[in-house]
């Protein structure tokens, strides 16, 4: 029988348990951070399941290994049911066409559809000299009962998506070394009515647990709303003590620079040691950190956790950490170390730091929140981030790629939405590694959580303002992710949810007591778009559009001085389309009003209103997903321009509605599920530019945006106007100064720009140049007709280039592009690496530009490096074009 749910504990209880440490048990225990210097195991194969309703045996005779898993299915741990029954080939993939309608939902089927056992068999031996071994598991959605070799490891059932789990097993493992876990996985309760809202109807913010799994505006539900085991399980061993959740604290005073020498930065560290013993054990804690140690005495009783907490101490020259386009991502490891009596090493483990303090302070010009690291004032240019698989089919590499992509547009900042998850230690590694900032919500959303009336959600607004059910359950688990998370010097901000702070209660354990215990050093942001963030004296929610705009929108529509989600479009080419579409299905959108297709509209099609037919009046859904990717460039482009046009003066940031899809939907992304780039992602590479060059489309204003901390001097900004014939004329050619952190305005052109439109259209080439002639930035603009119309691209003359593509590395190709005098430009021109045999893209792959216009007379090169998990047996380059012919480059 599946049990119930507990019952939410009296506020002071959850206070008193919320700040214990590590539980006093020796059976359970908050688990800490990857970076254990002893040897772990995962148990990420050899898995097996099976659906509660075949199996009638209990849980202590499942786990031993006289019982028969004869019939039991392969299972994919960590993962989800859904991934196992997929994997199993027992559903079609959700992602594809129609194909999750055909899904048996958990609504309409009840809970014990998606319950189910898993079970491992795995080889340990009972260590000897007093070692301890430990079974943890990093995320369980949403219930657990666990059992090894006959015994059952929880007294009580675990609940909670977030919350971690670590039991010492070293007793219950069997003498001839093989044992068998057995799990038995409980969804969320309730699971929610997917009735087409956001969040269905709302129920499912009755857990603590993701929202989006009920469907949203932007997905369809997730059958089995991601039951299982969803992340890493692992056997560890440890020493007779075990050192937990390490805490290293970085400050840096004073207003620094990169690539300067550094005075002296401030450390803190602090770690728990757990004694699961019945003796106890003295020893010292010592913290090591480039050159420098530090060490504590301490002596810890039985069957109990003490927190020592090191002397301060300082590192006099240190190697700082900067968000990207601001400096290097200097990384260090802190060694913490527990030694006993006559200098036995009893534990440690090792801590990724990176020396960097995040400030921030209240900006009276624009009346928002302004960021600064290092004592530098950083303007935010952020994306929102859902998850990087919505099956959660998480993988280092695939992080890695998805965040490599938010650094090579610029940004500077990721905020995880809080209607998703909090995001894994890969994650926050690989915004280590390229300097991102993170904003992480936890887990509420403004309309499963009762911020507006919504007919489709089953409780009232007040019942809603009191999700989730077990506000105990709540707070631990922000403790157990705080304490997972910490380290991390890309995370910058905790946020209690989205659009809506948590119920109050919660909202003052958490900025009272909790977050000041736990860090202290990262601002709260008590939710998304509240008022110390960003003063919303303009109406509306605070936040917005979510929609295609005339490119002038962004430029001079005052948003909100720090907004938190803003975007339009991101519908990819025909190769994204082709790849979960069926092929009946790929057709034209019909438009605004008009009938749209079922396989669009089921993957959450976003039009593109008349923007796309300003191109000519698209004939083949290749040639409406080509012209979109225009309109998504300009778009982009000119939304981060616009912001970055009043840094300081309206604005001190903005974070873009959303820059990735976690499934294969049609809206605000900048790469597909499949990692394939569109023109997004390159027009926010440009315009993200540390030092960037740009023209306001309304009003003609030349301006440069410094986004760094030094002037730049003597250099030259030019502009120029090129016919559709190629030929061109300077407009002005100015020398400029430009100062640190800030936005000049340099002349109008919107004489030339009017000119230009009066004749049927032209480009619009703005660069700044070095007095060495080095291009530092270059911006070219397309204009239209006086009609809104780009009739003038739409009578381009072909362009012949001369192209040549070799093998520049290992895994990286190096691409020319030549267009000679005489010729028109070479205009947006979409550069892949594909498989010579299928014919498909190879991804994931990073170009370093693309969608690249070539002037006459000109040469652009382009870098691409592989992922690595990219087959690159059979690459060869493709370069299609507005105006230029597909062509196929070798690249041996």
Partial sequence: MIPSRPIALSFVCLALWAMSG?????????????????????????????????????????????????????????????????????????????????????????????????????RRDIPTNGKQVWLRLRGVNYGCDLFLNGHKLNDTTHYGMFLRQSYNITSFLSKDGTNRLAVLVYPPDPVGDPNGGQGGDGTIGRNVAN?????????????????????????????????????????VPGVRFPHQPQEPAIIKASAEVQNPTAEPVSGVLQCTLDGQVVQREAEVPPHSTVEVRLPQFEVPHPRLWWPNGYGPQNLSTATFRFVGRGGILLDAENVTVGIREVQTRWDSQTRSRQVLVNGQPIFIRGGNWIASDAMFRFSPDRYDAEVRFHRDMNLNLIRIWGGGLTERPEFYSACDKYGILVFQDFWMSGDCNGKWLDPRKKEDQWTRRRYPDDHRLFLASVRDQVMMLRNHPSLAFYCGGNEIPPPEDILTAMQDSLLPALDGTRYFFS??????????????????????????????????????????????DVES?????????????????????????????????????????????????????????????????????????????????????????????????????????????HADEPLHVMCNPTDGMVTIVNNTFVPYHDLMVQAKEIGMDGRDSVLLQWVVEVSPSGVQKINTVKNVLDTLVGAGGGFLDLRLITSAKEVLSENLYWLPDSTGNYSGLQHLANSVVHMTARKSGERSYAVDLTNPPGNPVAFFNRISLVDSVSGKRILPVFYSDNYISVLPGETKDVTIDCGPSADITNAVVTVQGWNVKKSFLSTK
């Fill in 211 to 251: 929202q989006f799994v009920a469907g949203w505006d932007w997905i369809q539900p997730i059958r089995d709303r991601n039951t299982g085991i969803w992340d890493i399980v692992s056997i560890e061993e440890t020493n007779t003590v075990r050192l937990c959740n390490p805490h290293v604290i970085t400050l």
């Fill in 22 to 122: 590590c539980a006093p048990s020796s059976d359970v225990t908050q688990q800490s951070p990857a970076g254990r210097l002893e040897r772990e195991v995962n148990l990420d194969s050899g898995w097996t399941c099976m659906n509660i309703t075949s199996v009638a045996a209990r849980g202590e005779v499942i786990s031993q290994r006289t019982f028969s898993l004869s019939g039991w299915l392969p299972a994919t741990v960590p993962g989800t049911v859904l991934t196992t029954l997929l994997n199993n080939k027992l559903v079609p993939d959700p992602f594809y066409g129609m194909n999750n309608a055909r899904i048996p939902d958990i609504i309409a089927t009840g809970r014990e559809y998606y319950t189910y056992w898993f079970v491992k068999e795995f």
């Fill in 527 to 572: 939710y998304s778009n509240v008022d110390s963030m960003s003063y919303n004296n303009i109406g509306g929610n605070g936040d917005g559009t979510y929609h295609v705009q005339p490119v002038g929108y962004f430029w001079e529509h005052h948003s909100f001085p720090f907004n938190s989600e803003i975007g339009s479009v991101g519908l990819s």
């Fill in 577 to 685: 389309l082709e790849r979960f579409i069926p092929p009946e299905d790929l057709v034209l959108p019909d438009g605004e009003g008009g009938k749209l297709d079922s396989v669009w509209r089921y993957h959450k099609y976003l039009g593109y209103g008349t923007q796309v037919d300003a191109y000519g009046k698209p004939a083949t859904l290749r040639d409406f997903a080509d012209k979109a990717q225009f309109v998504n460039y300009d778009q982009y482009r000119a939304l981060m321009e616009g912001h970055l046009s009043h840094m300081w003066e309206w604005y001190t940031g903005v974070i873009i509605w959303k820059t990735q899809n976690p499934w294969t939907a049609m809206r605000g992304q900048m790469y597909d599920y499949y990692l394939d780039p569109n023109a997004a992602l390159y027009g926010l590479h």
